[in-house]
C-alpha cells in the first residue's frame, strides 16, 4: 500500500530513534514534512538526519523533554511560527525502567509514568488545540499489549501504557466531532534496542510466545502508523491496533 502525504506535516515524538525513527522515514518517503523529536540522545539524533539527508527540506529535528509541560508548549508555538498547520502527531517517546513492585523505586516509577503517560498528555493535549481550529487531525500515540496483559517486573510500564489506551479512547469521544481521529498502535515484540537489554534466555523465551516465531521490524509498526494516519482511515478513531505477530 503506498501513501500520499505530500502538503502535510507531521510531527513524531521520540522520532530519532527505534521504531518513532522508522515511523518518520516513513513519512518522509511518502511526502510529509517530518518533525522529528528526541530528548537526549544527541549521537542517534545526528545519525538519522545525516542518514535523511536527501529528505533535508523536509526534515526538522528538535529537542525537548515531554514530561515538561512548558518545553512542550514552547515546541508547538515554535512548529507553528514555523510550518503554520500540522495534521499529524504520533506519539513515540517512550522508557522502561524495569523492577518488582516490591523493590521499585519511587523515582522509576514516577519517570515511567510522566515520560509515557504524562508525555503523551502533554502532546496530546496541545496537539488538539491546534488542529481543532482546522478541523482536522491524526493522533496515534504508540502503546503496548503489556498494559493489558502485565508483565512481572514492568508494572510501571504496564500502568503506564493501559493509561494511554484510556487517555486515546476518552480523547477520541472528545474531538471526534471536528474530524480528529485518535488511535493506538500497539506494537509486540519489535526488535528495536528498546528491548536489547534484555537477556538471551529472555528473549529466547519472549520469541516462543509469538506464534509467528520472530520479532517484529521498526518497519512492521510503521505502515500500521501511517494508515491511520492517512485520510483513508477516517472512520477509525478510539482504538487500539495490535502489530504483535499473534502474541
Known amino acids: 500500500m503506498e501513501f500520499d502525504f505530500k502538503g502535510q506535516t507531521a510531527v513524531v515524538t521520540g522520532g530519532t530513534r ?36 536527501a529528505h533535508a527540506e523536509c526534515l526538522d529535528i528538535y529537542k525537548f523533554d515531554v514530561t515538561c509541560y512548558d518545553e512542550v508548549e514552547n515546541f508547538y508555538k515554535e512548529v507553528e511560527k514555523k510550518h503554520g498547520a500540522l495534521q499529524i502527531v504520533v506519539v513515540s517517546s517512550g522508557i522502561r525502567s524495569d523492577s518488582i ?53 514492568q508494572a510501571n510500564y504496564a500502568a503506564s501504557k493501559a493509561g494511554q489506551v484510556a487517555l486515546v479512547k476518552s480523547l477520541s469521544k472528545e474531538v471526534a466531532s471536528r474530524k480528529i481521529t485518535v488511535n493506538c498502535v500497539s506494537p509486540g515484540f519489535i526488535d528495536t534496542d528498546f528491548i536489547s537489554d534484555l537477556p538471551d534466555e529472555q528473549r529466547d523465551a519472549y520469541k516462543k510466545q509469538v506464534p509467528l516465531k520472530r520479532f517484529g521490524s521498526p518497519q512492521d509498526v510503521a505502515t500500521p502508523v501511517l494508515f491511520l494516519a492517512s485520510k483513508e482511515s477516517s472512520y477509525i478513531t478510539g482504538s487500539v491496533l495490535e502489530v504483535t505477530g499473534g502474541l
Open 101 to 153: 513492585v516490591g523493590m521499585m523505586k519511587t523515582e522509576d516509577w514516577n519517570n515511567v509514568i510522566d515520560t509515557n503517560l504524562t508525555g503523551t498528555f502533554n502532546i496530546s493535549k496541545l496537539a488538539v488545540q491546534y488542529m481543532m481550529r482546522q478541523k482536522y487531525g491524526r493522533i496515534i500515540a504508540l502503546t503496548s499489549p503489556i498494559g493489558k496483559l502485565g508483565f512481572a517486573g
Open 18 to 53: 527505534g521504531i518513532g525513527r522508522a515511523v518518520s522515514e516513513a513519512f518522509l518517503k511518502a511526502g510529509a514534512k517530518v518533525i522529528a523529536t528526541y530528548r537526549s540522545n544527541e549521537e542517534e539524533a545526528k545519525k538519522f538526519t545525516e542518514a535523511n539527508a
